[in-house]
């Protein structure tokens, strides 16, 4: 019975050796980037993990109008804002279609949508597409590119989630005088509420930082996000390690505190698509 204890007791020590490890190996970069970019030019020259004399708040306030970020920011919003909502709508109701029609037509489509998760991009093909659009270089271009990317993944998660939905409920639903999109909007797209803030989560921190994708496709600077407002800006500036830190930290908050706030539904979305 002693011995039994004593192996738990060691299997607890190294699993908690093992995870402070880890997270020391995530956090230190982080450390190291937010306490390089409250420093004055001269000090962040050194890159050292030693903390400021002074710290320099002021440097986000300045690398904010340096940088455009209030512009790069909107840019990032709203590409990947809009992108998220058309991916999360046409993912959810063309997986709900191929759960209910288990037929080898619906299956192929299926396994056609699975293929646009691992088949690569090709950037040639789609700027020619865009070209012939007339949609190279504009806000929708960029924004159809990061949906088409984004829907793969949207029908391979809300497809599991279909599976643990039993049918009769959509037979008692049409039984009630529901219309098909009554029977979607309010039956049973509330029930997918974990996989939907999963692919919320998941591709807009995709879309925000994708940084060859907008590279490729928009030509303007005044469009692009705030990924590539870190590269502009490391062009103009990249002896002010500093304000490029600073930079790195504007643009990774945002999505931070996007997927704190969603990393429960992401554990449990994730989960059930799974488990589907």
Same mark, same amino acid.
């Given at each position: ?16 050796? #093992? ?71 046409? /993912? ?20 056609? &949508? &699975? ?31 990061? /949906? ?84 502009? #800006?490391?062009?103009?500036? &990249? ?38």
């Amino acid at each position: 019975m002693n011995n039994v204890r004593t192996l738990k007791k060691i299997k607890r020590t190294v699993h908690f050796l #093992f995870v402070s490890v880890c997270s020391f190996l995530i956090l230190l970069p982080i450390y190291f980037i937010v306490i390089n970019s409250l420093k004055t030019v001269e000090e962040s020259r050194t890159l050292s993990f030693a903390f400021p004399e002074v710290f320099q708040w002021g440097n986000y306030t300045e690398v904010i109008k340096a940088a455009s970020l209030v512009r790069a920011f909107g840019n990032s919003m709203l590409m990947a804002g809009v992108s998220v909502i058309i991916c999360i709508v046409t /993912g959810a109701m063309a997986s709900y279609v191929l759960s209910r029609r288990q037929t080898k037509l619906y299956k192929a489509l299926y396994i056609y &949508f &699975f293929l646009g998760l691992i088949a690569p991009v090709n950037y040639v093909t789609t700027l020619f597409t865009l070209k012939f659009l007339h949609l190279q270089n504009t806000y929708v271009g960029i924004i159809l590119e990061f /949906g088409t990317l984004g829907i793969p993944f949207l029908v391979f998660l809300y497809y599991g989630f279909y599976e643990s939905i039993p049918r009769e409920l959509d037979e008692a639903a049409v039984i009630d005088g529901c219309t098909p999109a009554q029977l979607f909007f309010k039956v049973i797209f509330p029930l997918l509420k974990p996989a939907t803030i999963t692919g919320l989560v998941l591709n807009f921190l995709g879309a925000w930082n994708d940084f060859v994708t907008p590279l490729y496709l928009l030509s303007d600077n005044k469009k692009l996000g705030m990924t590539n407002s870190i590269y502009n #800006f490391f062009g103009e500036h &990249f002896n002010d390690w500093n304000m490029i830190f600073a930079d790195i930290v504007l643009t990774v908050l945002p999505i931070l505190i996007l997927y704190l706030i969603g990393q429960k539904y992401i554990v449990s979305g994730t989960a059930g698509a799974v488990k589907g």
